[in-house]
Every structure is written in structure tokens, then in C-alpha cells.
């Protein structure tokens, strides 16, 4: 996917994947970390879900490639930033809340990132936005990123890929398997259909989105 995609997409106002509540498997599964702990959110996009990680005591650290995205979540719930170059790139800083959003494309941040490892890793929409052929450098950037045990979440989508485009972009269980391998246990799996209408439309009969505990 180019970079132009998604900017286009936010410039646009289709930012669809966005839920306007919190995902509810976070809220049932997300492990006990000691207060302070660091987690990274790839492809942050505006999602609510880091104000509820950061309610949790968490240091949160969001990456996402359109600025709009950052601009739309502050501006939503209303949140005092700061904006300052970092290491060349621009970083969004709540002045209230441990939260700060790094504008960066993910991999591009991985390679130059060597401040401290994170402890723990929350993607939603993140893997399943991206194509096959680029999702094993994607985990292969997390890893670099986060500590040797890092705790976490995945939220993934699975269903019949030849019929729909994505993104969102099945996972099969089976790569997931092979991407962490013996890191992930399943938390929960729902039948989402409804909540992605293009998947209807395409003739989609299951959707379905699974929770993974990382550990
Ligand atoms: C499907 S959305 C998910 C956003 C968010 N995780 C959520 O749950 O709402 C994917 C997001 O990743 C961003 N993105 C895509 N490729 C990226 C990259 N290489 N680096 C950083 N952000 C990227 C897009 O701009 C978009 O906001």
C-alpha cells in the first residue's frame, strides 16, 4: 500500500476502520502491566483505544504516517498538544495524558529507533491493513522495537480473501502461527460482518475478528 493511500483516505474522510468506542475485547482482555509500563501502538490511526491504555497507567506511543490522524484525535476529544521535531520527525505530545504520537511511516521508525525497548505492544487494525508480502517485516519491526517479553494484544481479521480486497486484509490463523510463533493465544473470536458492509456487498458470508494475547 503507498504511503498515498492512507493519506488520501484521511484527507478524504474515509477512515472507516476508526470505532467510535472503545474495542471491547481491550477492555476484557488487556493484561495487568505494573503502572509505567511502555506500549506501542503501530498504525495508531485516532483510535480511542490509547486513551483507554493510557487510563490503565500506561506510557502510550502511537505511530501513524498521516498527521491528519493525530490533528482528528486530539481535536475529537478535545487534548492540549505540544508539536516538536524529534530525530526529524514530528511528534505530537498531550500535555494532560502519557500519550504521544509519533508521524512516522512504521518501518522507517523501526530502523532508526534506538531509545529504550517497549514492554508491550497493542495492534488493532495494524497487521490486517497491511499486504501479505510486507506483514513479515512488519513483525520483524515490532520485534525490534519491543522488549524480549513483551505482553500485548492483536486484534486480526480472518475470512475468504479471494473474495474481497483488502485492506482489511485477512490473517489466517496458520500466519499468525508462523509470525509469532508461540507467542499468541486466542481470546476471543466474534462474527464481525456487519460492522464492515463492503464484506457483505463482496457476497462474505463470515467475518470473523480474533483477539490474540501476546506473551
Ligand atoms: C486500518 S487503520 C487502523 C488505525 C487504528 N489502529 C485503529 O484501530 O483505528 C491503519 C492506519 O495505519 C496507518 N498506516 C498505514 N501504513 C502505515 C505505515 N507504514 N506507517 C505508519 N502508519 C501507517 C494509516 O494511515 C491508518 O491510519
Redesign the pocket.
Known amino acids: 500500500?503507498e504511503?498515498s493511500f492512507?493519506v488520501d483516505?484521511?484527507r478524504e474522510g474515509r477512515?472507516g476502520?476508526?470505532?467510535a468506542i472503545v474495542q471491547e475485547s481491550l477492555e476484557r482482555f488487556w493484561p495487568a502491566l505494573p503502572v509505567g509500563s511502555s506500549v506501542l501502538?503501530?498504525?495508531?490511526?485516532?483510535?480511542l483505544?490509547m486513551l483507554w491504555l493510557e487510563q490503565q497507567g500506561l506510557e502510550v506511543t502511537g505511530?501513524?504516517?498521516?498527521e491528519q490522524?493525530a490533528e482528528e484525535f486530539c481535536a475529537e476529544n478535545e487534548l492540549a498538544f505540544s508539536v516538536a521535531n524529534d530525530d526529524d520527525r514530528k511528534v505530537y505530545r498531550l500535555l494532560e495524558k502519557n500519550i504521544r504520537i509519533i508521524i512516522?511511516?512504521?518501518?522507517g521508525f523501526a530502523e532508526t529507533n534506538d531509545n529504550n525497548k517497549f514492554d508491550s505492544l497493542y495492534d488493532?487494525?495494524?497487521l490486517v491493513?497491511?499486504p501479505e508480502e510486507i506483514r513479515e517485516d512488519y513483525v520483524a519491526a515490532c520485534r525490534k522495537l519491543l522488549c524480549d517479553r513483551p505482553a500485548g494484544m492483536l486484534i486480526t481479521l480472518e475470512y475468504p480473501q479471494d473474495l474481497m480486497q483488502g485492506?482489511?486484509f485477512s490473517v489466517p490463523v496458520k500466519e499468525l502461527q508462523r509470525l509469532w510463533p508461540g507467542r499468541l493465544s486466542c481470546l476471543d473470536c466474534t462474527e464481525v460482518l456487519e460492522s464492515l458492509p463492503k464484506a457483505k456487498e463482496a457476497g462474505i458470508s463470515e467475518l470473523k475478528e480474533y483477539s490474540w494475547l501476546l506473551r
Open positions: 500500500m504511503t492512507w483516505l484521511w477512515s476502520f476508526h470505532q501502538v503501530p498504525l495508531c490511526g485516532k483510535s483505544d505511530v501513524e504516517l498521516a490522524a512516522d511511516d512504521f518501518f488493532r487494525a495494524a491493513a497491511l485492506p482489511p
